[in-house]
């Protein structure tokens, strides 16, 4: 049932090609230009009512929230709040009739989720789930339903469902802005011809697996790392930290770059490793000059990088690794995949039951 692989967590990591093709296939119109969501019953004026966006989730399917943001408010520039469910729950969110508050849940049976889509609803939002599995409690009381097509997910750290989370998120971004108007059909098409070439390039990434192993292992001997980025990237390092954390125990935290020297710069020691994600051409010099200070104070730096930044980042750092070049909005898809493998080879590295780590469970149904 493993397939060949010695962990689901592995065999997961390698389905994730097909599961973006998946969660694709049927939803894209046949001249490439727009996006087709059956699924969701809103009228396009119901869509132009929509004053902000509240999304709400747990663990690894709040990271895929967190990037949601950042892609519905670019491209369809509507405001987005992103919540932690146990948080939103109870912090009196300003819920409107007008608020379309979106869940996400790989199981969509996570009870702290399933409590804020019941509050939503009481308030009188509508609510959009984004899970994987068909006919669970949350898309059975959500309004609409936007299936992921992952397949199902066993290892307890999440990977194809965190990121065919991602490829629903930039399918509704660009739905809602050929619907409001926000991005006209040529850059849809755009995006949507560099979305159709992401699984290939997760394979190429796949390819050079052995790579991040080597990495892991010399990683694995810490204690304590850092993850770094900006914008979609800082996302990106939160996901990669969590990933870690949950599977290596290795201690590790995850900072917005130019927040370190604000607070956590005194942690960062001769050796302790750093791994830096930069896929964002406009911030790039930005996250240099927060390596340049992580450098300073002995810190090994790691870059992921958006191809075509390779020759100004690689020589501010130790190691780099430049994903196949994509759109700036896209690269969360292809930048997670090279941390999910250092998480994986860390825990391999540590003797740690890789699938099943300890105190924790796929699917959480207690508040
Ligand atoms: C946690 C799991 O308990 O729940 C995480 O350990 C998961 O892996 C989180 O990301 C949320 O789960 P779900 O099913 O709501 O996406």
């Known amino acids: 049932e493993k397939a060949g692989f010695d962990h689901f967590m592995l065999k997961e990591i390698y389905e994730q090609p097909k599961a973006y093709r998946n969660t694709m296939m049927g939803r894209v119109s046949e001249d490439g230009r727009s996006v087709h969501l059956k699924e969701i019953g809103m009228t396009p004026e ?12 747990c663990g690894t399917a709040y990271h895929a929230g967190l990037v949601g943001k950042s892609v519905i408010e670019s491209l369809a520039r509507i405001p987005v709040e992103t919540d932690v469910a146990s948080e939103y729950r109870y912090r009196s969110p ?21 409590a804020a889509l019941r509050e939503a609803k009481r308030c009188g939002a509508r609510v959009l789930a984004i899970t994987n599995v068909v006919g669970s409690s949350v898309s059975r009381e959500a309004d609409d339903v936007m299936i992921t097509q992952a397949g199902p997910e066993i290892a307890v750290a999440s990977t194809k469902a965190y990121t065919s989370q991602l490829i629903a998120f930039y399918l509704l971004g660009l739905y809602l802005a050929d619907t409001l108007g926000t991005k006209d059909r040529e850059w849809i098409a755009n995006v949507l011809t560099a979305m159709h070439e992401l699984p290939e390039q997760v394979e190429s990434i796949l390819e050079q697996s052995m790579v991040f192993k080597q990495i892991a ?9 850092f993850f770094i980025g900006r914008g979609v990237d800082f996302a990106v390092a939160q996901e990669g930290s969590l990933k870690l954390k949950e599977i290596s125990y290795i201690h590790s935290e995850a900072y917005a ?20 994600v930069i896929t964002q051409e406009e911030l790039y ?43 700036p909005v896209l690269a969360p898809a292809l930048s997670v995949v090279p941390l999910q493998l250092i998480a994986y080879y860390a825990s391999l590295a540590r003797g740690n039951d890789v699938d099943k780590p300890r105190n924790l469970a796929k699917s959480v149904t207690v508040e």
């Open 46 to 57: 119901q869509i132009r009512g929509i004053s902000k966006v509240h999304i709400v989730a």
């Open 94 to 114: 300003i819920i409107t009739p007008d608020t379309l508050v979106i869940v996400v849940s790989q199981s969509g049976e996570t009870a702290d989720t399933l």
């Open 217 to 225: 292992e010399s990683m694995a001997k810490h204690d304590n790392l």
């Open 257 to 276: 770059a130019g927040e370190l020297k604000h607070g956590t710069l005194a942690l960062i020691e001769e050796g302790i490793p750093v791994i830096s």
């Open 285 to 327: 010099e930005k996250t240099l000059s927060n390596i340049k200070e992580v450098k300073a104070r002995g810190a090994h730096v790691l870059a992921i990088v958006n191809a075509g930044l390779e020759d100004e980042v690689a020589k501010s750092v130790d190691e780099i690794f430049a994903i196949p070049k994509t759109l």
